[in-house]
């Protein structure tokens, strides 16, 4: 089976540009979740898809949102970038759900300048 | 405080030493995962376990319910074990709780 896959791997966006990172799960994965991981942060989560539903949301603001598609595949959405959206932005897709065992895709490394 | 803490927090040995690292959580948790995250992002699964003892290779996790404590030790270490190791707990099955994460512990091992 493929892993997860991400694209794209690297980007680069100026303050005030929106971005949409792409997330292909496992085959047969219904669960898509979305990890902002910044030096020293740690991950943080910013929201589960299951079946095409936001099923949990993390403490992030507005100017981020998802959607799942009937397929599994997920996107994510950053508007009005900020200096601070700076990170790498992990998905990880489960057959049951992000609190069972997760595969994780290789992430897209976000610079915003 | 965190609700989940690793120790330590930056590790370095030699090759060929037995490693321990530590993940303390303080809520009533229904699961607890050790994953792996090598240099370059990827970040692997590892063990998922909820009571006991998991062993793969050189890889055990043990878990204490009671005393809300978990330890991933590394035999016969090697510098491909070079990564950072994060805990994640998950509450209680019939929480709609999301994974709470620890800060990671860094491990190098030298040659």
């Known amino acids: 089976k493929a892993g997860v896959t991400q694209t794209p791997r690297y980007l680069i966006k100026t303050r005030g540009q929106q971005v949409t990172l792409s997330c292909s799960p496992i085959s047969g994965h219904r669960s898509v979740s979305w990890y902002q991981q910044t030096p020293g942060q740690g991950l943080q989560f910013l929201f589960e898809y299951f079946s095409e539903t936001q099923r949990n949301k993390g403490n992030f603001p507005g100017r981020f949102s998802g959607r799942q598609f009937s397929n599994s595949r997920s996107e994510m959405n950053v508007s009005t970038l900020e200096l601070g959206d700076s990170a790498l932005y992990l998905c990880?897709?489960?057959?049951?759900?992000?609190?069972?065992?997760?595969?994780f895709g290789p992430g897209t490394r976000l610079t915003v300048t | 405080k965190n609700e989940v803490e690793q120790s330590p927090q930056n590790l370095t040995a030699q090759e060929g030493e037995f490693i321990t690292i530590n993940c303390s959580y303080s809520?009533?948790?229904?699961?607890l995962h050790w994953l792996q995250q090598h240099p370059g992002g990827g970040i692997v699964s590892l063990f998922m376990l909820s009571s006991g003892k998991k062993k793969h290779g050189r890889l055990i996790a043990t878990i204490n319910i009671q005393e809300k404590h978990s330890s991933l030790h590394i035999t016969a270490s090697h510098p491909r074990d070079s990564a950072v190791y994060i805990c994640a707990v998950r509450g209680p099955w019939d929480s709609n709780y999301q994974l709470i994460w620890g800060a990671g512990t860094k491990l190098i091992i030298k040659p």
């Open positions: 990880a897709s489960s057959f049951e759900g992000n609190t069972y065992e997760q595969y």
């Open positions: 809520v009533g948790i229904s699961a």
